[in-house]
Antibody, heavy 120, light 112 residues
Framework: EVQLVQSGAEVKKPGESLTISCKGS????????ISWVRQMPGKGLEWMGR????????SYSPSFRGHVTLSIDKSITTAFLQWSSLQASDTAIYYC?????????????WGQGTLVTVSS | QSALTQPASVSGSPGQSITFSCTGS?????????VSWYQQHPGKAPKLILY???NRPSGVSNRFSGSKSGNTASLTISGLQAEDEADYYC????????????FGAGTKVTVL
């Protein structure tokens, strides 16, 4: 079974750093990009960026470039989303998704989501 | 920046069929040949239900179907069931625009 399993919920203070993870299994991890998607409380889905696990090449949405960092550890088939300085506005659920069929492709499956709460 | 517009809500009675749209902001119809649709129940992760406008992944009910006309993609749910009550999002690759992928704001489907 193809699965993406994300790390658990986090509660952080503004200014703190954070890394959340997304572990892939059941498929060739380096063959498909991983995209990250944000869902703020009660809101819709926003594409943040994608990473190619084979070479760590990244593409970011302008809304997130410079504020988050995507990375990969192929040895443990895991993708990471990192913040160096969290803001209250980063409070959201973050999903990773396997990105099929290249640029014109689709997202399947999705991880279960990681809730990040940033509050002083 | 490209955008996808969806109606905020649609409702129907059990057994009915409903159709709702996802309209792109550019004038290039070809840009929307690769629309995919996702179903999200409250508190759950999104689930792919259609890709490339009208293709269903394995395991997705054939009550879900998709079509496209010009820069508008549509999702039809036939034989509406209580379990179909959820939020539905469309998305598309924007090509050279940024961000590379945009989601519609979502359509809340209510089963009366």
């Amino acid at each position: 079974e193809v699965q993406l399993v994300q790390s658990g919920a986090e509660v952080k203070k503004p200014g703190e750093s954070l890394t959340i993870s997304c572990k892939g299994s059941g498929y060739s991890f380096t063959s498909y990009w991983i995209s990250w998607v944000r869902q703020m409380p009660g809101k819709g889905l926003e594409w943040m960026g994608r990473i190619d696990p084979s070479d760590s090449y990244t593409s970011y949405s302008p809304s997130f470039r410079g504020h988050v960092t995507l990375s990969i550890d192929k040895s443990i088939t895991t993708a990471f989303l990192q913040w160096s300085s969290l803001q209250a506005s980063d409070t959201a659920i973050y999903y990773c998704a396997r990105h099929l069929a290249g640029d014109y492709g689709w997202f399947d499956p999705w991880g279960q989501g990681t809730l990040v709460t940033v509050s002083s | 920046q490209s955008a996808l517009t969806q109606p905020a809500s649609v409702s129907g009675s059990p057994g009915q069929s409903i159709t709702f749209s996802c309209t792109g902001s550019t004038n290039d119809p070809g840009a929307y040949n690769y629309v995919s649709w996702y179903q999200q129940h409250p508190g759950k992760a999104p689930k792919l239900i259609l890709y490339d406008v009208s293709n269903r992944p394995s395991g997705v009910s054939n009550r879900f179907s998709g079509s496209k006309s010009g820069n508008t993609a549509s999702l039809t749910i036939s034989g509406l069931q209580a379990e179909d009550e959820a939020d539905y999002y469309c998305t598309s690759y924007t090509g050279t625009s940024t961000p590379l992928y945009v989601f519609g704001a979502g359509t809340k489907v209510t089963v009366l």
